[in-house]
Nanobody
Framework: QVHLVESGGGSVQAGGSLILSCDAN?????YGWFRQAPGKEREGVAS???????KYIDSVKGRFTISKDNAKNILYLKMNNLKPEDSAMYYC??????????????????WGQGTQVTVSS
């Protein structure tokens, strides 16, 4: 079993920054950050593979950075220049299914409870 706990969400004004953290009791190969806004489908935001490679959706490229602190066993999502459309529940996830580390939610089978990010204009 893998247990994931997110933290770091909050309310900020547009242009502000937040850093999300994900604590895991064990590390697998692929990790990702996902988000879901009310009335919308869950979407992949960024993924991190065991070889250090990363993927991002176009709307966050240049603003968000996914990283992993191997010493502390924590996955981060640094979010800069936040926009109101970034408002959502953010989830950390990992999987025992695929090594592709894509941004497809269906490929991930372990999820945290989520942390809320609200960006006001």
């Amino acid at each position: 079993q893998v247990h994931l706990v997110e933290s770091g969400g909050g309310s900020v004004q547009a242009g502000g920054s937040l850093i999300l953290s994900c604590d895991a009791n064990r590390w697998l190969y692929c990790y990702g950050w996902f988000r879901q806004a009310p009335g919308k489908e869950r979407e992949g935001v960024a993924s991190h593979a065991g070889d250090g490679s990363t993927k991002y959706i176009d709307s966050v490229k240049g603003r968000f950075t996914i990283s992993k602190d191997n010493a502390k066993n924590i996955l981060y999502l640094k979010m800069n220049n936040l926009k109101p459309e970034d408002s959502a529940m953010y989830y950390c996830a990992t999987n025992t299914i695929s090594f592709r580390c894509d941004l497809t939610p269906d490929e991930y089978n372990y999820w945290g409870q989520g942390t809320q990010v609200t960006v006001s204009s």
